[in-house]
DNA sequence: AGCCAGGGAGTCG
DNA sequence: CGACTCCATGGC
């Protein structure tokens, strides 16, 4: 089991529950359960620590180190530096306010960019039973979690990219099945490389998503910020607050870049799903 | 029954 | 380019 020293501000429940992720889900005693690339993990966080216990894997992977959590996590970014950066705009400002535990992840680019296109035009629960039916569909087996259910890891793009739609219907992603076979074809047959993506700058990066069919402007910054980490879109980290300020001495522009408002527009939806504010 | 929910493609002017 | 319409599905 690791223990990891949490910085401040962190909510763990904020966090995974916020509609970044699909695949966590909170349990009776309040710990959080998910898969996480191969493996189905259990965890929990204790006065300013968190716990995470591994509850196995896919045949031949192994549990994930404390760096992999680090990074997961987004415990490297100063979150107290970004809520001073933030106080200067009013909605973010809101955001903040509403639940200031919330960390925008680093998860896997291929699940991220599935993820995200079956979220089109869909609401967070359903979006949820269709990712878990179509790990169940393609995924390998993991094994049973603490309520019972048998997990399966999140399907590789050549598993996926030998399905047709017919093999998609029990998933029943609707009309977005077409665009998770283009995208899951584009990643396996190397035209959308997650290695070149990553080496690429954010603008470029974007274009070559938008590329692929089914993938538009909201599901290309979604994949910029929760599926390759491009938090200088999303402006969380201490360099990019430089850079921000170097472009804006007098502080944030009233319109804040397109990523960012990605972010703000899921954690509003989380907001509004608590009503914690009026729709 | 009708509307809509974390969009995007296709088709018109 | 801007403003449509359609696209499956399921919950309210």
């Not at 401040?8 to 959080?32: I, Y």
């Not at 009233?254 to 509004?272: C, D, E, K, L, S």
């Amino acid at each position: 089991m690791l223990s990891i020293a949490l910085p401040s501000p962190f909510s763990l429940a904020d966090t995974l529950d916020c509609g970044q992720a699909f695949r966590w889900s909170r349990q009776p005693d309040g710990s959080e359960v998910g898969v996480v690339r191969d493996r189905l993990v259990q965890a929990s966080e204790h006065d300013g620590r968190l716990r995470i216990e591994d509850l196995g894997g896919v045949k031949g992977s192994s549990p994930h180190p404390l760096s992999f959590w680090r990074s997961y996590f987004a415990l490297d970014i100063d979150y107290a530096a970004l809520h001073t950066l933030y106080a200067k705009n009013r909605a973010l400002a809101r955001c903040v306010a509403a639940a200031p535990g919330i960390r925008v992840m680093r998860q896997d680019f291929f699940e991220a960019l599935l993820s995200i296109i079956i979220s089109q035009n869909n609401n967070i629960g359903r979006i949820r039973g269709i990712v878990e039916r179509l790990c169940e569909q393609a995924g390998e087996p993991i094994g049973i979690d603490p309520s019972g259910t048998p997990r399966h890891a999140f399907p590789t793009p050549h598993a996926m990219a030998r399905l047709e739609p017919p093999d998609l219907a029990p998933i029943r992603a609707g009309y977005r099945t077409k665009a998770l076979l283009a995208a899951s074809r584009a990643v396996a047959d190397g035209t959308l490389s997650e290695a070149e993506l990553r080496s690429l700058p954010t603008p470029a990066a974007r274009e070559r998503l938008l590329s692929v069919y089914g993938v538009g402007p909201k599901v290309a910054d979604c994949v910029l910020l929760f599926g390759l980490g491009r938090f200088e879109a999303f402006p969380v980290d201490v360099w990019i607050r430089r850079a921000m300020e170097r472009h804006f001495p007098r502080g944030l522009p009233r319109a804040v870049r397109p990523t960012a408002g990605i972010a703000q527009q899921y954690i509003f939806h989380f907001v509004r799903d608590r009503q914690l504010v009026e729709p």
